[in-house]
């Protein structure tokens, strides 16, 4: 029997289009209303809004720049203001640049840092404080990836990023647990296929890990479905990888 979020109100940060959107989809499928944000994907997230609503649910739209933190504080007054609760939040927007490490600037380290951590951070925060004046709980869901694990010389920040993505979800995992609030995170592999990778280019990534293929989105969007749905699992780390950790290679 799949899980039932039917009436809960789901929020996944970056939902527009490709891993963001099949998670968001995900809940949407089990009943839950959704919020869709988008930093500047429009039409994306309209197109992903109607096929929410397709599965017979609500979809809210709502636009926010995470590298502001006031935009932040108003994607929650937003959600409050139209849902008056929110059940679940993925933390699932990032960006993911490549840089050597004495070639990245202040400005680029602010870029990454700022959105892959910060924004998750600050989300946290304010889900949890309307999750608290709900009373019903909730769960947080956070996205590290394995540069976070063993830590990726050409992505030296966003290594830094994901690996304080995972001690904040132990940090809030142990913050929230009296409020029932549960917090835990995904590790993804490669998942999506890279704009314009020739097939040589695409055998070379699936070769680099165990199991020999590369996933899809819809392999992250289960792993939050159950991670959301299993009410004893908290500060937990899943990785879903195809066995990237194992090997430790940086894709």
């Not at 017979?56 to 504080?73: C, F, H």
């Not at 990032?94 to 998750?120: C, M």
């Not at 835990?184 to 680099?208: E, F, I, Q, T, Y």
């Amino acid at each position: 029997m799949q899980p039932d979020f039917k009436g809960q109100v789901v929020c996944v940060t970056g939902s527009a289009r490709r891993v963001g959107r099949a998670i968001m989809l995900a809940f949407a499928e089990r009943g839950a209303h959704v919020v869709i944000h988008h930093g500047n994907s429009d039409a994306d997230a309209a197109s992903a809004a109607e096929e929410a609503r397709a599965a017979g649910v609500e979809a809210l739209v709502l636009k926010a720049d995470l590298a502001d933190p006031a935009a932040i504080e108003q994607l929650f007054k937003d959600i409050q203001a139209h849902y008056d609760r929110l059940d679940v939040l993925v933390n699932s927007a990032a960006n993911f640049k490549r840089n050597q490490l004495l070639d990245i600037s202040l400005e680029e380290w602010h870029s990454v840092i700022d959105t892959n951590l910060r924004a998750p951070f600050l989300a946290t925060q304010h889900a949890a404080r309307l999750m608290i004046t709900g009373g019903r709980g909730g769960v947080i869901l956070n996205i590290s990836d394995n540069s976070g694990l063993h830590g990726w010389a050409e992505r030296g920040h966003h290594s830094i990023a994901k690996a304080g993505i995972l001690m904040l979800t132990r940090v809030s995992a142990k913050a929230l647990a009296e409020h029932q609030i549960r917090v835990n995170c995904v590790v993804p592999g490669p998942v999506l296929v890279p704009a314009g990778a020739s097939p040589a280019v695409l055998d070379s990534l699936a070769d680099m890990l165990p199991l020999k293929r590369i996933g899809t989105p819809e392999h992250i969007a289960q792993a939050m479905v159950f991670l959301a749905s299993n009410d004893f699992a908290t500060g937990s780390v899943l990785s879903i990888d195809g066995g990237e950790g194992l090997v430790g290679t940086e894709t």
